[in-house]
């Protein structure tokens, strides 16, 4: 199955390193997270690198399906919301750093397994074969009618609902977001600044840059900042991430490999936010209280199995971006036994959880050394 965990972790390091200046002390308190005993969901989120490599080996009849233009690092905290030009409300996926052309089973699987490592909190009641028949009928469904964004306007009363709830409310919201940046201005150059300001309503001098941390899991270690003002008497964000080719780079020594952020944001069947985009070296985005991902413990207030399918049908509308992916997909899906869904979660899982278990050892052996 390759490296051991430890050592596929280093090597991912060192190859996040020769991509961009690491901010080591993220990285320290990403390790911690990884650890964590309650559940084994932040390291799954935290090292999409190791998933790259095992999950073609551990489900190799799910890895030579159709391939598309996919998300690579989906989960189910992988989703949230946006405005588009016309300022409607819009739900779906909001990160595609990991995105390449992959089987298109692997954004599938992962999501399904992301579900199941969710569940040991008791964050879902749903069992993983109604979870996977969800997602699935989700997702054919919405091939076959050739995708469709999720405006959530006249429509989509319940994920509205969802991203209008009282934990996105804009004093928790801007409370909790103060809470994970640095106390002075970071080094940043022109350059980076210019980038957040470009499209601020007002630049205007009481403009503030920090540095952003602890937020996420798989980014982070990347460099962050943010720009925050006040317009108009209410807080506007912009946040610079630093952009990275595919985390799988460093499974291939030489690796010549691009992001393909801007691909995937092109090609969907998407209402795009008009702020998120790639600029030079960076990923510069809106933050706010209603353009933000959706975490794990704010599901709980819509149906989950309205939620799977409609996870399972925004996937369908990144893999759409791909011509032809239906019919070939389709053909594959109906070619599958019942469970292949649950059976390829199920055994990812276990083997998330041999090295979870594998960092927890490494992580208490470390804090002995020191």
Not at 174 to 194: G, M, V
């Amino acid at each position: 199955m390759g490296l051991d965990f430890v050592s596929a972790t280093k090597n991912y390091e060192t190859w996040l390193r020769s991509q961009v200046a690491v901010v080591e002390k993220e990285l320290h308190y990403k390790h911690r997270q990884m650890a964590l005993k309650e559940t084994a969901f932040p390291f799954f989120r935290g090292t999409y690198y190791r998933w790259a490599e095992i999950w073609p080996m551990a489900c190799q009849d799910c890895a030579v399906a159709p391939t598309v233009l996919s998300i690579g690092d989906l989960h189910v905290e992988n989703f949230g919301t946006w405005r588009d030009l016309e300022g409607r409300l819009v739900w779906g996926i909001n990160d595609f750093d990991e995105a390449e052309d992959l089987p298109f089973t692997n954004d599938l699987v992962r999501l399904a397994a992301s579900a199941l490592l969710g569940s040991v909190t008791g964050q879902f009641r749903l069992n993983l074969p109604t979870i996977c028949q969800a997602i699935l009928s989700g997702y054919a469904t919405k091939l076959k009618v050739g995708g469709q964004p999720f405006v959530l306007e006249e429509g989509h009363p319940e994920l509205r609902a969802l991203a209008m709830q009282s934990d996105r409310e804009p004093g928790k919201f801007w409370k909790k977001f103060r809470k994970e940046l640095s106390d002075r201005e970071p080094k940043i150059s022109k350059a980076t600044k210019a980038r957040m300001l470009s499209d601020l309503p007002d630049t205007n001098k009481d403009c503030r840059f920090r540095a952003r941390f602890k937020a996420g899991m798989g980014s982070l270690g990347k460099p962050r900042y943010v720009a925050l003002t006040t317009f108009k008497g209410s807080l506007v964000a912009r946040e610079a991430k630093a952009l990275t080719p595919p985390s799988t780079s460093c499974l291939e020594e030489g690796s010549k490999k691009k992001s393909r952020i801007e691909d995937v944001l092109k090609t969907a069947i998407r209402c795009a936010d008009p702020i998120y985009r790639v600029d030079g070296p960076w990923i510069v985005r809106r933050l706010a209280p209603r353009c933000s991902k959706i975490e794990l413990a704010q599901l709980d207030c819509v149906s989950e199995r309205l939620m799977f399918e409609s996870m399972g049908a925004e996937c369908a509308n990144i893999h759409l971006g791909t011509a032809g992916a239906s019919k070939s997909i389709l053909k594959w899906l109906r070619q599958q036994h019942r469970d292949w869904l649950v059976t390829a979660a199920a055994t990812i899982s276990d083997l998330v959880h041999e090295d979870w278990r594998c960092w927890r050892k490494h992580d208490k052996s470390s804090i002995r050394d020191k």
